[in-house]
Nanobody, 124 residues
Framework: QVQLVESGGGLVQAGGSLRLSCAAS????????MGWFRQALGKEREFVATINWTGGSTYYSDSVKGRFTISRDNAKKTVYLQMNSLQPEDTAIYYCAAALGASATPIINQYVYWGQGTQVTVSS
């Protein structure tokens, strides 16, 4: 089992940047592909980015491609989401999650462990 704790959220102006971190404990972190998802008020949770266990394969939603970067440090048991050029529509609670399998995946049902989320608010 894996426990996940996100941090790094906050309030930022449009065009600004934030770096989210997700620290893992418990089971062997490097065994799991990891993902970031977000949920805006009144909307369903949506995929943002995913990375495989080695860090060599990543995949992004169209809405964040070119602005966000996912990375991981298996020695530190941490996955990151660097968010640049933030826009008000990026406002949401951001969750990190761990998936079963070996490959990075955007499919939410493949994620079995979730953090509690961190709020990101982008003002215009």
């Amino acid at each position: 089992q894996v426990q996940l704790v996100e941090s790094g959220g906050g309030l930022v102006q449009a065009g600004g940047s934030l770096r989210l971190s997700c620290a893992a404990s418990g089971d062997t972190f490097r065994n799991y592909p990891m993902g970031w998802f977000r949920q805006a008020l009144g909307k369903e949770r949506e995929f943002v980015a995913t990375i495989n266990w080695t860090g060599g394969s990543t995949y992004y939603s169209d809405s964040v491609k070119g602005r966000f970067t996912i990375s991981r440090d298996n020695a530190k048991k941490t996955v990151y989401l660097q968010m640049n050029s933030l826009q008000p529509e990026d406002t949401a609670i951001y969750y990190c999650a761990a998936a079963l399998g070996a490959s990075a995946t955007p499919i939410i049902n493949q994620y079995v462990y979730w953090g509690q989320g961190t709020q990101v608010t982008v003002s215009s």
